[in-house]
DNA sequence: GATGAATGAGTATTCATTCAT
DNA sequence: CATGAATGAATACTCATTCAT
């Protein structure tokens, strides 16, 4: 649907996504970026009126990615709860499978109302009402307690989640895998909505 | 207890407080903490060494009250379980209470670690390892299911209230109040781990 | 013989040279410097990493100029006496000619190793290297007295002429020309040392 | 004939002399010469309206008692050649005990036109007049070329032995000691001038 | 489109000097 | 007299952005 992006903005991209993960936004050079991807400085400005737009960019496709893969993966299950199995470890996986992706998430993602006024991240808010949805439906098919406040319970899931991932980025050895991770939380989380 | 810090260094690092919530760490000027607090820029080098050395002595200094008072708050418990949902409410309602901190530890903390190299968060460990004894000592009792990872489990629980935290900082207005919130993070968990 | 250095690079040290001898190294500003040179202050950044390797560069450059410039001076004379001669007028001349350089290298040069380490002037030896050489020649064909030791006597000639440099460089007007100053000198050093 | 200076203006003096020796005028701080003095930075300026006021007052005690020195020492001697030697002998004596005012001298004496304005060395001039002087007893006496000119010889002289001093200020280890340095420059130049 | 040399606004930090105690 | 905490002007250096080639 979307045309292909020109070459060059996916290596920009690419080169930020690698650079902001290592060294955050604010440390991070446009000429080492520039150098990353095998471009010169003002290439940049070619394709990004700004530093900033960069992470926008990177934060967009990113999460475009994330949600779609993550609506296939709770496309694959009919029952709300096993939805919500299914959520967390095709979160922590992606996690896994993403760290330099996950550590910008983490980390620049939270500082980017600061300097990025007017930025709103629609795309993280779709991501987290899958959740708010699938525990609607459940409460529908009465698989989840009529006291669960959807919205609440939303950002309590991806919250444990989250927390995990900050873990799993930031540590370099783990005593445990991600499917038990996985594992733990949905079953402190089914046990507490559950019907 | 603590003895008596300067009152310079005091304001300083109130003024520091309120500037980094507002515009980060990056987009605050030295000069504009020294005018916040009503001294000379220059003032402020007496007192600390580098702008890094403010941002970490907040830290300290407020993850040091913080934990302090959540032990005191915990301490009014016997039951586990009662500790655990006393931990949320305590959690929630210190950052209802101290916004502009809350937003430093949400935004700062996490990216403090790409400019503070060898700055490593002692007391913030600390703050999780209060659930994880908690777990253990419901687990000796049982209270707490044996298949729960304690170390697993403190992540959950704090990422929960963290994101929450998280929502209550960034959003004007609220559909439910602290309580609530509190109350329900406690009830999905609680039903979660108990035996 | 040497690579062209660019242009920019030549028009900085131009411009060093002038405020260097003009206010000395310390009260000169980057800022002067650029604004003499017709570029912007971060220009010099492009070709020089700091204000010191400035007034090193400058230090090289010139010190190989005059270096080449005596080397080929005492290459016209046989006689080693008459190379003495040679000398003493050629770095009057010099001076004379060049008074910014000179200032720089009076005032400067001397002060250079307490601020940069390490540094050593190398040409600076070179060139006092060129005296002590021509006196052990003429020791050798027995023209100069075999009690004079050279290293002194290179000192000594080369303190008599800086004296009379710093006195050109310093003072408005002169009663009377280089070629005297340089034929009296001679004549000092000459009779002093000659068998 | 003046009264004797209090003792916290004596003990600057001397901090200043060790420190601006050590580190250079620029680099030298007004604490580091408190410091060093064992009196605060406040104090100093009770003594000294201006940082340069103490380089300024050290040059001129320390040239007073060098200039009474000389003149004391010259006064032993009847014969104008004498004299010349003893001045040579006693310059480089007075060097080598004094190593910290010897490296003021040659370093920070060289640049202080630089940074005070209308600052002219009085006693500098004097002291070398006092070999010129003693040229035009010689011619008088008849003991010395007519053609040697004072104001260059003077120079000449003075110039011959200041590099020495400097060779002996900033290296570590010599070749040969300072009477055997004396001897030889008094050798080259007495010859050189003497009828 | 691509380049990378040049720009110059922007800022943390220093340190001589002051002055209330 | 002596102190030393406080001041704030001063400046080297950085780096996002531009634009002539």
Tied chains: 1, 2, 3, 4.
Excluded: C
Excluded at 177 to 195: C, L, M, V
């Amino acid at each position: 649907m979307n045309r292909k992006k020109s070459e060059k903005y996916n290596r920009i991209i690419a080169a930020a996504t690698k650079m902001f993960a290592e060294k955050g936004y604010y440390k991070t050079r446009i000429s080492e970026i520039a150098r990353e991807a095998g471009i010169a400085d003002g290439t940049i400005y070619i394709y990004f009126s700004h530093k900033d737009q960069i992470l926008i960019a990177l934060f967009e496709e990113k999460m475009q990615e994330v949600l779609d893969n993550m609506k296939r993966q709770i496309g694959l299950e009919d029952d709300p709860l096993a939805k919500i199995e299914r959520f967390a470890l095709t979160h922590l996986r992606l996690i896994e499978d993403n760290k330099d992706m996950a550590e910008i998430i983490q980390v620049e993602l939270r500082q980017s109302s600061k300097f990025m006024k007017n930025y709103h991240n629609l795309k993280f808010s779709q991501y987290l009402d899958l959740i708010e949805d699938i525990i609607r439906e459940g409460q529908k098919k009465n698989l989840i307690k009529k006291e669960v406040i959807p919205s609440i319970a939303k950002r309590a899931f991806f919250g444990a989640l989250d927390e995990m991932s900050r873990y799993w980025v930031l540590s370099k050895s783990h005593k445990y895998d991600i499917e038990t991770a996985a594992k733990q939380i949905n079953s402190y989380f089914i046990h507490g909505i559950k019907t």
